[in-house]
T-cell receptor, first 115, second 113 residues
């Protein structure tokens, strides 16, 4: 498709389960960002990739969060041993240019609910 | 560190009313400033941007001027429509080693017919 695609759109996990969220960015986009958006809040930065290199992971809240983009296109955000506080919408965005200077194109998000 | 503060919502207006959503930022140097919009059931999308002081970004009748002296980037529209109902996010980004774009907490706008 022409836009950023995220899957699954909705995920319900029991506390302690591992989850994996997938992002298909726009073809040819160099930059890929993951954000976490709690209910009623703005997106909070998690991590940034430039092609396959993870250049900034300063926003990952704990070592239970891990992201990869091995071939510089599709990215996966993995959350191990999920906790209730991980419940949020996880947004993926891509950009044609490096770093945080250009227009970000967002997917519709993956809503994670941890019971 | 960098931060963005925007007026809390919800904001409810009648159609054709004048809109202002306030946004101020804290940052050193000269960041780029953005307004993103999230329509119901859709992903965030860029509404407008400005990259240097006194620049005015505009799109779909919305405008915002980058004011360095007041560290502000207020969003305005002269006559809102029901279709403008959405959540609006002010954001900040940099031409530097910092990679992330920082978002405000969002302002929900509802327009009554």
């Amino acid at each position: 498709g022409a836009g950023v695609s995220q899957s699954p759109r909705y995920k319900v996990a029991k506390r302690g389960q591992d989850v994996a969220l997938r992002c298909d960015p726009i073809s040819g986009h160099v930059s890929l960002f993951w954000y976490q958006q709690a209910l009623g809040q703005g997106p909070e930065f998690l991590t940034y990739f430039q092609n396959e290199a993870q250049l900034d992971k300063s926003g990952l809240p704990s070592d239970r969060f891990f992201a990869e983009r091995p071939e510089g296109s599709v990215s996966t955000l993995k959350i191990q041993r999920t906790q209730q506080e991980d419940s949020a919408v996880y947004l993926c965005a891509s950009s044609l240019v490096p770093r945080g200077t250009g227009e970000l194109f967002f997917g519709e998000g993956s809503r994670l609910t941890v019971l | 560190g960098d931060s963005v503060t925007q007026m809390e919502g919800p904001v409810t207006l009648s159609e054709e009313a004048f809109l202002t959503i306030n946004c101020t930022y804290t940052a050193t140097g000269y960041p780029s400033l953005f307004w993103y919009v999230q329509y119901p059931g859709e992903g965030l999308q860029l509404l407008l941007k400005a990259t240097k002081a006194d620049d005015k970004g505009s799109n779909k009748g919305f405008e915002a001027t980058y004011r360095k002296e007041t560290t502000s980037f207020h969003l305005e529209k002269g006559s809102v429509q029901v279709s403008d109902s959405a959540v609006y996010f002010c954001a900040l980004g940099r031409y530097s080693s910092a990679s992330k774009i920082i978002f405000g907490s969002g302002t929900r706008l509802s327009i009554r017919p």
